[in-house]
């Protein structure tokens, strides 16, 4: 399955990435949980709980971070929408859905 960001949700995951680095001294930390994420969502990616329009999430485990995504069994393709720290309006990022 290819995982894969929309642009917002990279600039998202950087900016955590930095901000963990910054501030905890743990970016690397972030960037591994980050990858641990990914690779469980492609592995599995109806596991995790549907938020409705096909959107389901992901819960980190070490970090106050939400996975908002959509994935598609046709195109063998995970689309991460947001990476959402947990104390933010949990919808803000459902803007960036394609038309359907």
């Known amino acids: 399955m ?3 960001f929309e642009a917002q949700a ?3 995951y950087q900016d955590a990435a930095q901000y963990s680095e ?4 743990l970016g ?3 960037v591994l949980a980050m990858e641990q994420a990914l690779e469980a969502i492609a592995l599995n990616p109806e596991r995790y709980q549907s938020v409705g329009e096909g959107i389901r999430i ?3 485990k070490r970090f106050p971070y939400y996975l908002f995504y959509h994935f598609s069994d046709e195109l063998k393709q995970v689309v991460i929408y947001a990476v959402a720290h947990h104390r933010r309006q ?3 990022w459902r803007g ?3 038309e359907r």
């Open 2 to 4: 290819i995982v894969s």
């Open 10 to 12: 990279l600039e998202e």
């Open 22 to 25: 910054d501030r905890f001294g």
């Open 28 to 30: 690397k930390a972030f």
């Open 58 to 60: 992901f819960r980190m």
């Open 90 to 92: 949990s919808d803000y």
């Open 96 to 98: 960036r859905l394609p």
